[in-house]
C-alpha cells in the first residue's frame, strides 16, 4: 500500500509581506501579519459564503520545506531535545502541510484577507475549513 | 500558477469498523469509535514521541470523497440552501483532506489507537501534528 500517491492541486495562494522563512513566526499569534489569499477564478462557488468575521481554518502546502526530516529540535532550538515531527509543528515533515486558525477581516471578490497568518509570501492554499465549536450548532 | 501540482505520500493508513460512508458519524465526538493508526515501518523515528494521552491532529486522505464539488447541502440535509464547501465540513471538496482532533489512547509499535475517529477503515494519513494550546508552554 505504501506505493500509492495522491495530486493535490492549489486552490489559491498566499499573498503576504513574509518572504524569508528565517524573519517568519513560528505561529500566526507570534506576530504573523494579515495576509491575503487569493483564489483561482474556478473556486468562486466554493469561497461564496466566506464572510467577514469568520474563523476559518487554511491548510496551506509548505512548499518550501524539506521532506525526508522525520526528527527535529522542537522550535529550531538546539537545546531541546530531538521530537519526532509528529510531536512537533516544525515545516519540515513528509507532506508539508500546514494549519492556520484565522479570522477574515475583510474580502474584495476573489481575494480574502485574514488575521495573523505565519506563511510564506505564495504559499499554496489546498482547503479552507470553517472552525467548528463544539459548543456551537453545526 | 494554477497548473502546478503536489504529491501527498501516505504516511500510514487507518484501521476503523467504520466502511460505510453512509453509516460513518459527521464528527467525531458525533458518536465515532476508536480507531487505530497503522503506520509506514520508515515512520517510526517520526512517531517515537507520540504517548498515550497526547492530543492529537490527524490529517487524512478522504479517498472516496468526490472532488468536483463546490457548493453542497450542510451535513447533507436538503433543507438547508445550498452552501461553498470552504464553509461546510463536507469531505467532498477539490483536495479531499480531513482534520481529526482524537486523543491516544495505546500504542503498539507501529499502531496508535485514538478515540473517537469518523475515517473510514483504510483511509490514508498524511500528517500527524500536536494540539497547541496558546496557553501552555510552546
Redesign the interface.
Known sequence: ??Q????????G?VESPLVDRAEAP??G?EGAPPAWLVF?PE?A??????SVG?Q??V?S?L?RASRDV??TH??GDVDRPL???????SPD???P?G?HRVRILAREGLRILVSELEALDRT?I?????V?D?IAE?
Open positions: 500500500m505504501s500509492r500517491r495522491y495530486e493535490v492541486v492549489p486552490i495562494w513560528r505561529q499569534d483561482e473556486m462557488d466554493a469561497i461564496r459564503d466566506l469568520d476559518i481554518i491548510i502546502w512548499d522525520l526528527s522542537p522550535r521530537s519526532g515531527v509528529f510531536s512537533t509543528r515533515r513528509p507532506n502541510i494549519l499554496p489546498l482547503d479552507v475549513k470553517p467548528l463544539p453545526r
